[in-house]
């Protein structure tokens, strides 16, 4: 099947720094990329649609200054994290899909730890 | 609008004991309905999925049926392993490539 991979698997950071997190499909063109963050509980909640060439669109509830999204080409997405706080600290992943059959593909995911 | 209820965990089994996580779904039209895996520290993985009514999604001795009737799509496997343990995440998709999770269930297997 096809490949998501994000980076870093693992990232510590402090408070009010900006941490950036790359999710890129490594086999097929993905014009659009979904980010998400998983909370204890495991609850998955859809942050926002990255798409290739425009502006994301973000859910409900979810600060777009704060998680800064750019889908600048068809095989990469990154989800930066600005002025992180302690509440950031989470479970965040991506996914992607090549268009057929409606599957989803997701990266491994990136813990975020703010200290 | 569109909406997948899983049951609630945890669930906790013994070895070789059968798996029902049942999942229904709302939705306006004819979505595909997906079974996702996560195991300890991963992302998600796709485990099976079926795209029209009464069609079967099958993969690694894990079953689901696609119910339109009782708008369903419960998850079974008739002899769980250890290595099975993970959360198990029901999910639909419809047109317009947006897709909707439920909230997982936690599976531990225990020897």
């Known amino acids: 099947g096809a490949v998501v991979s994000q980076h870093p698997s693992r990232v510590i950071c402090k408070s009010g720094t900006s941490v950036k997190i790359e999710c890129r499909s490594l086999?097929?063109?993905?014009?659009?990329m979904f980010w998400y963050r998983q909370f204890p509980k495991q609850s998955l909640m859809l942050m926002a649609t990255?798409?290739?060439?425009?502006?994301?669109?973000?859910e409900q509830g979810v600060e777009k200054d704060k998680f800064l999204i750019n889908h600048a080409s068809l095989t990469l997405s990154t989800l930066t994290v600005t002025s992180a706080h302690p509440e950031d600290s989470s479970f965040y992943i991506c996914?992607?899909?090549?268009?057929?059959?409606?599957?989803?593909?997701f990266g491994e995911g990136s813990r975020l730890t703010v200290l | 609008g569109n909406s997948v209820t899983q049951m609630e965990g945890p669930v906790t089994l013994s070895e070789e004991a059968f798996l029902t996580i049942n999942c229904t779904y709302t939705?306006?039209?004819?979505?595909?309905l997906f079974w996702y895996v996560q195991y300890p520290g991963e992302g998600l993985q796709l485990l099976l999925k079926?795209?029209?009514?009464?069609d079967k999604g099958s993969n690694k001795g894990f079953e689901a049926t696609y119910r339109k009737e009782t708008t369903s799509f419960h998850l079974e496997k008739g002899s769980v392993q250890v290595s099975d343990s993970a959360v198990y995440f029901c999910?639909?998709?419809?047109?317009?490539?947006?897709?909707?999770f439920g909230t997982g269930t936690s599976l531990t297997v225990i020897p």
């Open positions: 996914s992607a899909s090549p268009g057929t059959a409606g599957e989803l593909f």
């Open positions: 086999d097929f063109q993905a014009t659009t």
């Open positions: 990255s798409n290739e060439g425009s502006k994301a669109t973000y």
């Open positions: 939705a306006t039209g004819y979505p595909s």
């Open positions: 079926a795209t029209k009514a009464d």
């Open positions: 999910a639909l998709h419809h047109t317009g490539n947006q897709f909707y």
